[in-house]
């Protein structure tokens, strides 16, 4: 049984920083791009980013360049988020999800399995 389980929110005050974590099991998670996504009430779900299984290939969305860094230890079947400068606007339920092979994509439904998220709320 595939899982992926979300760790790592919080509250913390802007300009805070936290750093997400991804837990994967019963997958062979090298071979799986790990794709990142929030959702605030009321809003859309929103593709942050993701990076590849090799880890050699990452993408950031313009909406969080510069203050989102995705990174994975496959040996832990982990990928992370760091996620620095924290705006009231970060305040989100954040998913991950996993999709076979080398193709990240923004597109939720296009991956085969997803976490059950992890809430960050920033204070301003």
């Known amino acids: 049984q595939v899982q992926l389980v979300e760790s790592g929110g919080g509250l913390v005050q802007a300009g805070g920083s936290l750093r997400l974590s991804c837990a994967a099991s019963g997958l062979t998670f090298s071979s799986y791009s790990v794709g990142w996504f929030r959702q605030a009430p009321g809003n859309e779900r929103e593709f942050v980013g993701g990076?590849?299984?090799?880890?050699?290939?990452?993408y950031y969305a313009d909406s969080v360049k510069g203050r989102f860094t995705f990174t994975r230890d496959n040996a832990k079947n982990t990928v992370y988020l760091q996620i620095n400068s924290l705006k009231p606007e970060d305040t989100a339920l954040y998913y991950c999800?996993?999709?076979?092979?080398?193709?990240?994509?923004?597109?939720?439904?296009?991956?085969?399995?997803w976490g059950q998220g992890t809430q960050v709320t920033v204070s301003s």
């Open positions: 990076i590849r299984g090799s880890g050699g290939s990452i």
């Open positions: 999800a996993a999709r076979g092979g080398t193709r990240l994509s923004g597109a939720f439904s296009d991956y085969d399995y």
